[in-house]
């Protein structure tokens, strides 16, 4: 069984960077043909793709956050990181991780998603 | 990018039928059969129900079926029940390596 799980801080001081990780277990993120994904949710709104990485290394970021973000692979751990950075309230939300399906372009496997809330 | 169209609620009776759509532009939804559907219960993850427009995963009920016609999407769910009552959310790929989410329904079972 797939499992992805999200660490990171729960709260993050605005301008600061957010480092969060997915561990992921029940599969190797070196799989071919799967791409692995952060989705984020503000609270009570709807689910914003924020990017992917293969892992080669190669991502994909959405272009509203590309030039805060980076998303960073480690085999090794079987696991994947997101930074975001000069953080700012809008940026309260729940980050979920998720397993994308390469070619055939959806989400099989979720995180259970973690809060993280941008204040002072 | 804008978020896909989605109306804000949807309702039915038990064992009745209910359709919620999904629209988008040419560039998502219309030009390639990559939508997907998920349903998020509260305070849970989101569940993949539908993808590639109507191929079904294993597990998911059969009550639950996708289409698609021009630049919308739809999803429909047979024979409510009490438990499909949760939000749902279309997703389309883009050519442009981005994914793009829908606005999301709430479906009331009544």
């Known amino acids: 069984q797939v499992q992805l799980q999200e660490s990171g801080p729960g709260l993050v001081k605005p301008s600061q960077t957010l480092s969060l990780t997915c561990t992921v277990s029940?599969?190797?993120?070196?799989?071919?043909?799967?791409?692995w994904s952060w989705i984020r949710q503000h609270p009570g709104k709807g689910l914003d793709w924020i990017g992917n990485i293969y892992y080669s290394g190669s991502t994909y970021y959405n272009p509203s956050l590309e030039s805060r973000l980076a998303i960073s692979v480690d085999t090794s751990k079987n696991q994947f990181s997101l930074k975001l950075r000069f953080l700012t309230a809008a940026d309260t939300a729940v980050y979920y991780c998720?397993?994308?399906?390469?070619?055939?372009?959806?989400?099989?496997?979720w995180g259970q998603g973690t809060l993280v809330t941008v204040s002072s | 990018q804008s978020a896909l169209t989605q109306p804000a609620s949807v309702s039915g009776s038990p064992g009745q039928s209910i359709t919620i759509s999904c629209t988008g532009t040419?560039?998502?939804?219309?030009?390639?059969?990559?939508v997907s559907w998920y349903q998020q219960e509260p305070g849970k993850a989101p569940k993949l129900m539908i993808h590639e427009v109507s191929k079904r995963p294993s597990g998911v009920s059969n009550r639950f079926s996708g289409s698609k016609s021009g630049n919308t999407a739809s999803l429909t769910i047979s024979g409510l029940q009490a438990e499909d009552e949760a939000d749902y959310y279309c997703c389309s790929y883009a050519s442009t390596n981005i994914y793009v989410f829908g606005t999301g329904t709430k479906v009331t079972v009544l």
């Open positions: 998720a397993r994308e399906k390469g070619g055939d372009y959806y989400f099989d496997y």
């Open positions: 040419s560039s998502y939804v219309g030009t390639y059969n990559l």
């Open positions: 029940g599969a190797s993120i070196s799989s071919s043909g799967y791409y």
